[in-house]
């Protein structure tokens, strides 16, 4: 059976159920796939943009408390965070959500 999200550090149970969301079932595949892409997923599922969330996450997979993100390595996460953010909403913006979703799946909304 597989290892629950939850059964790695820092994680628990909100971060089971919005990994299970996102699609993400194990910890083996949290492992699998990085806390850069699960956090992308993350976001793409809906869950909001929260930093302290992604360097947990992060901090997590390498088996560290949380609270041992100082300095250098957290503004380097700073920097990677900021870029996952930038890059699912630019992907928001590209896709109709809602009524102009579905108007454009139906044809009346003009291309652009």
Same mark, same amino acid.
């Given at each position: 059976m597989a &290892?629950p999200v939850? *059964?790695i550090?820092?994680? /628990?149970?909100a971060? +089971? #159920?919005?990994c299970?969301? #996102? /699609?993400?079932? *194990? =910890?083996?595949q949290? @492992?699998e796939?990085?806390? +850069?892409e699960?956090y992308? @997923?993350l976001?793409?599922?809906g869950m909001r943009?929260?930093?302290?969330?992604?360097?947990?996450?992060?901090?997590g997979?390498?088996g $560290?408390?949380?609270?041992d993100?100082?300095? +250098? &390595?957290?503004?380097a996460? $700073?920097?990677?965070f900021d870029?996952?953010k =930038? &890059?699912?909403a630019e992907r #928001?913006d #590209?896709v109709p959500?809602?009524i102009e979703?579905f108007? +454009?799946?139906?044809?009346?909304? =003009?291309?652009?």
């Open positions: &290892e939850s *059964s550090r820092n994680l /628990g149970p971060m +089971d #159920a919005a299970a969301q #996102a /699609g993400i079932t *194990s =910890a083996e949290l @492992r796939i990085g806390a +850069d699960a992308r @997923r976001l793409l599922s943009p929260h930093f302290i969330g992604y360097y947990v996450l992060v901090m997979l390498q $560290r408390p949380w609270n993100c100082k300095g +250098d &390595e957290k503004k996460l $700073r920097v990677r870029a996952i =930038a &890059e699912v #928001a #590209a959500s809602g979703r108007l +454009d799946e139906i044809g009346v909304v =003009a291309k652009k």
